[in-house]
């Protein structure tokens, strides 16, 4: 005798509901409560895009990228956001990480708009603030651009004011400091203000030999889960396609968003999605031969303070079609 003749069709379907709801596996993400990364995970969870995919996400914020690396280190959390070079580096220790592309946007030098600066050369002696701390990669790409292109010691020549992406963008804005290397979402805000960019990081890392195409950030999720639940993890790369597709060309999705975003001008906000337009990376896999690149840069500008063992790319670091 069926459960549908037992309790009739009503009260079968909502059983079944339920136990399908029970077996819908659940996606726990900890991010920057105010990071970019937001925005996406709001356009997935709004339009359902998680579940079209078979999962259910929870976003939870944290204070800043070290509590999400702690949870997710201790198992507390299933996914978080950082950069490609941080899970080499895990790999290399051995702990099986695995990179899913998320945004290839970095930041830049900004100056005011009336400074007489043209390019890095002219910040001798000037103080420059940078977001993050000596190894910031942004700062390490600069510091080898300058060297190469104006046989210039950018550390040396300077001098350095390090501290968090809002302390940056407000000793800027007051002339605090001569010039600013913060993140891309700052950048947008500092150039809305009316200051403008000196040299971007992309630009800097082209002329190096590298591929600004090469996504930095991405969501980092354990091989474990690769292996056990590859659906899921292949669903959380799918959703973020799709979440990008729609924040590349839909106006509307944006106007939603902009309560969150924390933009106090329009010209604010429009550079902001502008600028996360620009750092969508393109689909397909990932150039291994040139993030190999990078992270050989990295490693003879940070050492093993910022790549620790990985002197070479860990296979399996990023997550590829058909992965």
Same mark, same amino acid.
């Not at 105010?34 to 079209?52: K, Q």
């Not at 969508?280 to 031969?289: H, K, L, S, T």
């Given at each position: 005798?069926?459960?549908?003749?037992?309790?009739?069709?009503?009260?079968?379907?909502?059983?079944?509901?339920?136990?399908?709801?029970?077996?819908?596996?659940?996606?726990?993400?900890?991010?920057?409560?105010?990071?970019?990364?937001?925005?996406?995970?709001?356009?997935?969870?709004?339009?359902?895009?998680?579940?079209?995919?078979?999962?259910?996400?929870?976003?939870?914020?944290?204070?800043?990228?070290?509590?999400?690396?702690?949870?997710?280190?201790?198992?507390?959390?299933?996914?978080?956001?950082?950069?490609?070079?941080?899970?080499?580096?895990?790999?290399?220790?051995?702990?099986?990480?695995?990179?899913?592309?998320?945004?290839?946007?970095?930041?830049?030098?900004?100056?005011?708009?009336?400074?007489?600066?043209?390019?890095?050369?002219?910040?001798?002696?000037?103080?420059?603030?940078?977001?993050?701390?000596?190894?910031?990669?942004?700062?390490?790409?600069?510091?080898?651009?300058?060297?190469?292109?104006?046989?210039?010691?950018?550390?040396?020549?300077?001098?350095?004011?390090?501290?968090?992406?809002?302390?940056?963008?407000?000793?800027?804005?007051?002339?605090?400091?001569?010039?600013?290397?913060?993140?891309?979402?700052?950048?947008?805000?500092?150039?809305?203000?009316?200051?403008?960019?000196?040299?971007?990081?992309?630009?800097?890392?082209?002329?190096?030999?590298?591929?600004?195409?090469?996504?930095?950030?991405?969501?980092?999720?354990?091989?474990?889960?690769?292996?056990?639940? $590859?659906?899921? /993890?292949?669903?959380? *790369? @799918? =959703?973020?396609?799709? +979440?990008?597709?729609?924040?590349?060309?839909?106006? &509307?999705?944006?106007?939603?968003?902009?309560?969150?975003?924390?933009?106090?001008?329009?010209?604010?906000?429009?550079?902001?999605?502008?600028?996360?337009?620009?750092?969508?990376?393109? $689909?397909?896999? /990932?150039?291994?031969? *040139? @993030? =190999?690149?990078?992270? +050989?840069?990295?490693?003879?500008?940070?050492?093993? &303070?910022?790549?620790?063992?990985?002197?070479?790319?860990?296979?399996?670091?990023?997550?590829?079609?058909?992965?």
């Amino acid at each position: 005798m069926t459960i549908t003749r037992i309790l009739g069709g009503a009260a079968a379907a909502v059983i079944m509901a339920t136990a399908a709801l029970a077996e819908t596996p659940v996606l726990r993400a900890s991010v920057l409560k105010f990071g970019t990364v937001n925005w996406e995970l709001d356009t997935i969870t709004h339009h359902g895009l998680d579940a079209e995919q078979g999962f259910d996400l929870e976003v939870q914020g944290v204070a800043g990228s070290s509590a999400a690396q702690i949870a997710f280190q201790g198992g507390e959390t299933d996914v978080i956001v950082s950069d490609w070079l941080w899970v080499a580096r895990q790999r290399a220790a051995g702990r099986d990480y695995v990179f899913i592309p998320y945004s290839k946007a970095v930041g830049g030098v900004m100056v005011a708009k009336d400074s007489p600066a043209q390019s890095l050369a002219d910040l001798k002696g000037t103080k420059i603030g940078i977001a993050g701390g000596p190894l910031d990669k942004s700062w390490l790409i600069l510091r080898a651009y300058a060297e190469k292109t104006h046989g210039m010691d950018l550390a040396g020549e300077t001098e350095q004011v390090f501290g968090a992406p809002p302390l940056i963008f407000k000793s800027a804005l007051s002339g605090e400091v001569g010039a600013a290397i913060n993140f891309w979402h700052f950048m947008a805000k500092m150039e809305a203000s009316g200051m403008r960019t000196l040299i971007d990081v992309a630009e800097a890392a082209t002329d190096l030999g590298l591929d600004p195409e090469t996504p930095l950030l991405g969501y980092v999720i354990t091989g474990e889960m690769l292996r056990e639940q $590859p659906d899921l /993890v292949n669903g959380l *790369a @799918a =959703a973020s396609r799709a +979440a990008k597709d729609m924040l590349a060309s839909d106006d &509307a999705e944006w106007d939603r968003l902009r309560a969150r975003m924390n933009a106090k001008t329009d010209a604010e906000f429009e550079a902001l999605k502008a600028g996360f337009r620009a750092g969508i990376p393109a $689909p397909g896999p /990932v150039d291994e031969a *040139a @993030a =190999a690149r990078m992270l +050989a840069l990295m490693a003879d500008l940070g050492g093993e &303070a910022l790549i620790g063992e990985a002197t070479e790319l860990p296979q399996g670091t990023f997550l590829q079609s058909g992965s």
